[in-house]
């Protein structure tokens, strides 16, 4: 199934309402924003809230890409344990950052709690699940660097585990109580109605063609019209084609699919009972969390395969029997895939492409705070702010050099391990 028309079950589980139309005419703003994921949306709120004129520009709908089709963990910090975080970015700035991180969480839930976003909300935390040995050992290491800075993080026995996750599989846990999980469009389309009521503009159905440098301002070319803008922000992330040169050589795209069950009723009371959300220790790591309709909702790297009658379907029922062997017949209401930009070093960057002319890239998976982040960030940035106030310090653009060959190879580890996992 293709990752451009795979979001339907996220349209319709999300009770927030959104609506947008294209661009009418020409205009002229403080901030243009190309992307309406989580970085844009974010950038105008926070941009409208101080006074700065924003316009956001959607190729497609809101939420369309990654953040749409994101799994809805709300974690604290990076895909790197926090002393990694440091020693990569030295002390002063590492620190600093894993602190911010270890924050969003509180500030993602406080947007929800303030702007009542329907995004089934819940702050349970989530649970990182230890699938061999190995696993326990690099969760006790992660533990006792987040106590040693004062996270509120606990190690799981693997009968705490059991009891918290429904399963006997795992070899412990890692729950981190800063968490949680959400309906990651819901909360895109929370945001892009909170960013409207602020008063920022957002055209869907609006696709930037080229950016112009105009003097001290930029002109953002669309099929529907010409926006004049002082800043620009380009916030597509894993979904950065070639509007600006070598920005989507920058990272390696990689997919993560997930699937939907049919509401399980009574019978997924005992599958994570207390509402967290789960994500394993494997290198080919899977995603699992229940919504508040008692869907399953199961996922892993790569892309969908056969949609909800093939391949992907098989090794999802396959692996919830494995983990849930009494649960009873599974269908399954419906299956995407979207992209994830990963970086050599697991970190994202800030670059200046221009002057005027941001984007954030390289996220890693962690979207939804780091999005929410970074638009905050860029928006103090255009009210004022020095550069070095963002979260981490600008770099510039440089190509992931392995991007060509580890791209087909992480699609060809992918498809053999949802392979092999859908036979056993």
């Known amino acids: 199934m293709s990752a451009d028309t795979s979001i339907s079950l996220w349209d319709r589980s999300s009770a927030e309402p959104t609506h947008s139309e294209p661009l009418q005419q020409d205009a002229r703003v403080d901030v243009a924003i190309v992307g309406g994921g989580y970085t844009g949306l974010s950038t105008a709120l926070h941009g409208a809230l101080k006074g700065l004129s924003c316009h956001v520009l959607e190729a497609e709908e809101i939420g369309h890409g990654g953040s749409g089709r994101n799994v809805g963990l709300v974690n604290a910090g990076l895909w790197l344990p926090p002393q990694e975080v440091e020693h990569l970015l030295g002390q002063r700035h590492g620190a600093a950052l894993v602190r911010e991180l270890g924050d969003m969480p509180d500030y993602v839930f406080s947007l929800i709690e303030q702007y009542q976003i329907r995004c089934e909300a819940t702050r349970a935390g989530t649970i990182h699940a230890a699938h061999a040995p190995s696993g326990l050992r690099d969760l006790e290491a992660r533990a006792a660097a987040w106590q040693a800075r004062g996270a509120p993080v606990r190690l799981l026995s693997a009968a705490e585990t059991a009891e918290k996750t429904g399963t006997g599989k795992f070899h412990g846990g890692l729950l981190d109580a800063r968490a949680g999980t959400i309906n990651p469009m819901g909360y895109?389309?929370?945001?892009?109605?909170?960013?409207?009521?602020?008063?920022?503009?957002?055209?869907?159905?609006?696709?930037?063609?080229?950016?112009?440098?105009?003097?001290?301002?930029?002109?953002?070319?669309?099929?529907?019209?010409?926006?004049?803008?002082?800043?620009?922000?380009?916030?597509?992330?894993?979904?950065?084609?070639?509007?600006?040169?070598?920005?989507?050589?920058?990272?390696?795209?990689?997919?993560?699919?997930?699937?939907?069950t049919a509401p399980l009723g009574e019978e997924a009371q005992a599958i994570l009972p207390e509402g967290?959300?789960?994500?394993?220790?494997?290198?080919?790591?899977?995603?699992?969390?229940?919504?508040?309709?008692?869907?399953?909702?199961?996922?892993?790297?790569?892309?969908?395969?056969?949609?909800?009658?093939?391949?992907?379907?098989?090794?999802?029922?396959?692996?919830?029997?494995?983990?849930?062997?009494?649960?009873?017949?599974?269908?399954?209401?419906?299956a995407w895939h979207g992209q994830i930009a990963f970086t050599p070093d697991h970190l994202f960057r800030i670059h200046r492409l221009d002057d005027g002319?941001?984007?954030?890239?390289?996220?890693?998976?962690?979207?939804?705070?780091?999005?929410?982040?970074?638009?905050?960030?860029?928006?103090?940035?255009?009210?004022?702010?020095?550069?070095?106030?963002?979260?981490?310090?600008?770099?510039?653009?440089?190509?992931?050099?392995?991007?060509?060959?580890?791209?087909?190879?992480?699609?060809?580890?992918?498809?053999?391990?949802?392979?092999?996992?859908?036979?056993?």
């Not at 860029?378 to 190509?399: K, Y």
């Open 188 to 260: 895109a389309r929370g945001l892009a109605r909170a960013a409207r009521a602020a008063g920022a503009e957002i055209s869907t159905g609006t696709k930037v063609l080229s950016l112009k440098k105009d003097g001290d301002s930029w002109k953002v070319e669309t099929k529907r019209g010409v926006i004049t803008a002082g800043q620009v922000v380009l916030a597509t992330n894993a979904y950065s084609t070639g509007l600006w040169p070598g920005l989507e050589q920058s990272f390696t795209p990689i997919q993560f699919f997930q699937l939907a």
């Open 276 to 334: 967290q959300g789960l994500w394993d220790t494997g290198k080919i790591m899977f995603s699992l969390r229940r919504d508040q309709a008692g869907r399953l909702i199961i996922g892993s790297m790569g892309s969908v395969v056969g949609g909800t009658t093939g391949l992907s379907r098989r090794w999802a029922e396959r692996k919830l029997r494995r983990l849930y062997p009494a649960l009873g017949p599974l269908s399954f209401e419906d």
């Open 357 to 424: 002319l941001y984007t954030p890239v390289g996220y890693n998976g962690r979207g939804i705070t780091t999005g929410t982040l970074f638009g905050r960030a860029l928006a103090e940035l255009f009210s004022g702010a020095p550069e070095e106030s963002l979260p981490l310090p600008i770099t510039d653009l440089v190509p992931d050099r392995g991007r060509a060959l580890k791209a087909p190879l992480y699609r060809t580890a992918f498809l053999a391990k949802q392979t092999a996992e859908s036979l056993l």
